[in-house]
């Protein structure tokens, strides 16, 4: 339970701090379409690929190799993302680029219940805007998250390979580094529930996301999530 308890208390430091700064806060509603797949091509490799739209939002495609051990995977890999000059709902879109790398521990705590526990860094290199007007280059911005999360199975049927089960997690999201004016970026609760169907997961749920856009200015994003992640593993060869 360490690992959890560090991880509540860093999430618990930084959203207080955070909300402690508020002066101008706009709410707004979102849908979040996601699809992810994880193909096990070796007992130890896997190669995951994630897309997710958020309509007047942002788009992004993912893809990394992850190495596996017993509790833990390291992943590393590249992403794409169409995102909105701000946070507020607009029609300018710039690139970005993101190579990006985690490590992952999986920790069970009992035969339902899953701890997961994760940090991911993201090196954005980020399209830049001169006045309105898309511009040639690039800046430069690190940033890192820190993500809690517990999954409770609810029911399970081994002959049929089905499960439900429920999840809780929060991420912090922050900046470091030059160019950086806002060391927080983003504070994320989400909340869901699911059933997996052999190697299909239906993830239905809420996600309460609270995004800084400038100095004391945030956007509090109520967001309805809809996923789907799909796990596939090589075939063996027949004897």
């Given at each position: 339970?360490?690992?959890?308890?560090?991880?509540?208390?860093?999430?618990?430091?930084?959203?207080?701090?955070?909300?402690?700064?508020?002066?101008?806060?706009?709410?707004?509603?979102?849908?979040?379409?996601?699809?992810?797949?994880?193909?096990?091509?070796?007992?130890?490799?896997?190669?995951?690929?994630?897309?997710?739209?958020?309509?007047?939002?942002?788009?992004?495609?993912?893809?990394?190799?992850?190495?596996?051990?017993?509790?833990?995977?390291?992943?590393?890999?590249?992403?794409?993302?169409?995102?909105?000059?701000?946070?507020?709902?607009?029609e300018l879109h710039r690139?970005?680029?993101?190579?990006?790398?985690?490590?992952?521990?999986?920790?069970?705590?009992?035969?339902?219940?899953?701890?997961?526990?994760?940090?991911?860094?993201?090196?954005?290199?980020?399209?830049?805007?001169?006045?309105?007007?898309?511009?040639?280059?690039?800046?430069?911005?690190?940033?890192?998250?820190?993500?809690?999360?517990?999954?409770?199975?609810?029911?399970?049927?081994?002959?049929?390979?089905?499960?439900?089960?429920?999840?809780?997690?929060?991420?912090?999201?922050?900046?470091?580094?030059?160019?950086?004016?806002?060391?927080?970026?983003?504070?994320?609760?989400?909340?869901?529930?699911?059933?997996?169907?052999?190697?299909?997961?239906?993830?239905?749920?809420?996600?309460?996301?609270?995004?800084?856009?400038?100095?004391?200015?945030?956007?509090?994003?109520?967001?309805?999530t809809l996923?789907?992640?799909?796990?596939?593993?090589?075939?063996?060869?027949?004897?």
């Open positions: 339970m360490k690992p959890f308890l560090a991880g509540l208390t860093l999430t618990t430091c930084i959203v207080i701090a955070s909300y402690g700064q508020v002066k101008e806060v706009t709410s707004r509603q979102q849908l979040w379409l996601g699809y992810m797949t994880s193909f096990r091509f070796h007992p130890k490799y896997s190669w995951w690929n994630d897309t997710h739209f958020v309509p007047k939002g942002f788009f992004i495609v993912r893809t990394g190799l992850t190495r596996h051990w017993d509790k833990v995977s390291v992943t590393g890999g590249y992403a794409f993302l169409r995102i909105p000059v701000s946070s507020s709902v607009n690139n970005e680029h993101r190579p990006w790398g985690q490590a992952s521990l999986n920790l069970p705590l009992s035969s339902t219940v899953l701890f997961t526990q994760r940090i991911r860094y993201d090196a954005r290199f980020r399209q830049d805007v001169a006045e309105g007007v898309l511009q040639p280059g690039y800046t430069f911005v690190n940033r890192i998250r820190f993500f809690t999360g517990v999954r409770k199975t609810l029911y399970r049927d081994e002959e049929k390979q089905r499960q439900f089960f429920v999840a809780v997690g929060t991420e912090v999201l922050l900046n470091f580094g030059r160019n950086v004016s806002n060391t927080f970026d983003q504070f994320r609760l989400h909340l869901s529930g699911g059933v997996q169907v052999q190697n299909l997961q239906y993830h239905v749920g809420y996600m309460n996301r609270f995004v800084q856009t400038g100095n004391a200015r945030y956007v509090n994003n109520h967001t309805l996923r789907v992640t799909h796990q596939l593993k090589r075939k063996q060869a027949q004897p």
